[in-house]
């Protein structure tokens, strides 16, 4: 009877700390603004075409944006202001932001980036990168852009920010380009930052990226490029934190969410990690990357990373880390939960080879740290490969747990998981794994060991819990 009773009471505890442990242990809680309430609206409100512009899709209305900027960073003391975009196509070139605004794209409008690369400035290479990502030297800077900003919102009615790419994309095919392509956003160390409810569409590189940024919630987008269009991220959070990316539908040429923090020598030095960012309700499609990825550049650490309910199809990799000796840096602390593979080439996929440096400067012997990597309730069907764990000689990823996987693999001669220099464990897996470091079972000894189980045994096989204490 005794027995019993306390059989009974730790499972009660354990129901109790399901929710309460995951709290304590750093899930991220996205906090987003209504932006119709009351408390929200900005005290004055202007439409650009106050300042000249003409929505025809011809007119290029560079100036009136930069006028329209100049002419509200005057009410930033007062409670900033709204810059309207009323319905109509408006060409423009590279423009910047001031604090304090918000960018409001009504219902049938469309900001359209010019095709003249003349329109879009050459600017300095972020110094954690060293260089322009693609080429030596600078970079083109993105149509939307801003620097040093507080409160900055780029929101509106669905409109769209379309990047008219495919001039960019055939220049750099064919190596005519002498600056890295631009992003459609970048937001560079700035904070209060909220880009929602909108469609981006054929950007010339990277979509959105916050780079050096702190408190950016990224909602309800919907991201749009040709499957073979070249690195068209979908969202790239760069040596940033407190980030969530939530409610988004993106098929493009590359990674869905390529989560960064500089490249080899550069991003060792600037020492500045991407951490606490929360990746919750993505949809998507990407023939040529992954649907999340961590790297390649992650010289400055990245850490305290929350992935759920990510859906995939007809996708090459699922989820991918990819690093290389020379990034230094570090990955760990990561999980990724309810995730949903349909006709995927690789579920799972870490690269310690990535190569790709800015210069031949790197330390060959910074290795970087991979560990307390954690997979939880997969689901998959039509998967081509359900593991590639690829790490590096000298320097064995660590801590890689696998629980509630369970992946419908296409009959092939080969072996489901693959693995090299890794080191984890895992339970309740299908297909079994085959790779004798990753074969430990993870209940009851080495919960500690995997992020996110630490003190909970596990909460979405509550079945399986009950059935090993009852076997206690």
């Known amino acids: ?249 993106i098929v493009t040429g590359d990674d869905l969410v390529s989560i960064k923090s500089g490249w080899d020598e550069y991003g060792i030095s600037y020492a500045r990690p991407s951490t606490r960012i929360k990746i919750s309700r993505l949809t998507g499609q990407t023939t040529s990357s992954s649907g999340i990825a961590i790297g390649s550049e992650m010289s400055g650490g990245v850490s305290e990373i929350h992935v759920e309910d990510v859906h995939l199809y007809n996708s090459k990799t699922g989820i991918r880390i990819k690093t290389s000796p020379g990034r230094g840096g570090y990955v760990r602390n990561v999980y990724v939960s309810n995730v949903k593979l349909e006709n995927v080439s690789i579920a799972i996929r870490f690269t310690g080879q990535y190569g790709e440096h800015p210069d031949g400067k790197y330390d060959p012997k910074a290795f970087p740290l991979i560990e307390k990597i954690t997979f939880e309730n997969f689901t998959g ?18 801590n890689i747990c696998l629980v509630n996987v369970s992946l419908q693999v296409k009959s092939s001669r080969k072996s489901p998981w693959k693995c090299s220099y890794v080191r984890g464990y895992s339970q309740w897996v299908s297909p079994d794994i085959t790779c004798d470091p990753l074969q430990e079972t993870i209940f009851p000894d080495h919960s500690s060991d995997c992020y996110g189980l630490k003190n909970v045994l596990q909460r979405s096989g509550s079945q399986s819990r009950r059935s090993w204490l009852l076997s206690w």
């Open 381 to 398: 069907d039509s998967i081509g490969v359900a593991g590639l764990f690829q790490g590096i000689e000298g320097d064995e990823f660590k």
């Open 1 to 249: 009877m005794k027995r019993s009773f306390l059989l009974l009471y730790v499972l009660l505890v354990l129901e109790l700390l399901d929710g309460a442990l995951w709290a304590v242990e750093g899930s991220l809680h996205c906090e987003y603004l209504d932006l119709n309430s009351g408390s929200f609206v900005r005290p004055h409100s202007v439409s650009i075409t106050e300042f000249g512009a003409v929505g025809d899709g011809v007119a290029l209305n560079t100036k009136a944006f930069q006028n329209a900027m100049f002419y509200l960073n005057s009410f930033s003391d007062k409670g900033g202001a709204k810059l309207f975009v009323p319905s109509g196509r408006w060409l423009t070139g590279s423009f910047d932001l001031i604090s304090h605004l918000t960018l409001w794209l009504d219902k049938g409008a469309t900001i359209l980036g010019s095709m003249d690369p003349g329109d879009w400035p050459v600017v300095d290479p972020l110094p954690s990168y060293g260089r322009g990502r693609e080429l030596p030297g600078g970079r083109h800077r993105s149509l939307i852009y801003g620097q040093n900003l507080t409160d900055v919102v780029i929101t509106g009615e669905n409109g769209t920010i379309d990047g008219q790419g495919s001039v960019w994309w055939d220049w750099f095919r064919n190596g005519e380009l002498n600056y890295t392509r631009p992003h459609l956003v970048e937001l560079v160390n700035s904070t209060g930052v909220v880009v929602s409810n909108l469609t981006f569409l054929n950007s010339p590189f990277w979509n959105i990226h916050p780079v050096y940024c702190s408190d950016v919630v990224v909602k309800n987008l919907t991201i749009l490029a040709p499957l073979e269009s070249p690195n068209t991220d979908g969202v790239d959070p760069d040596s940033s934190n407190d980030v969530c990316i939530e409610d988004c539908y």
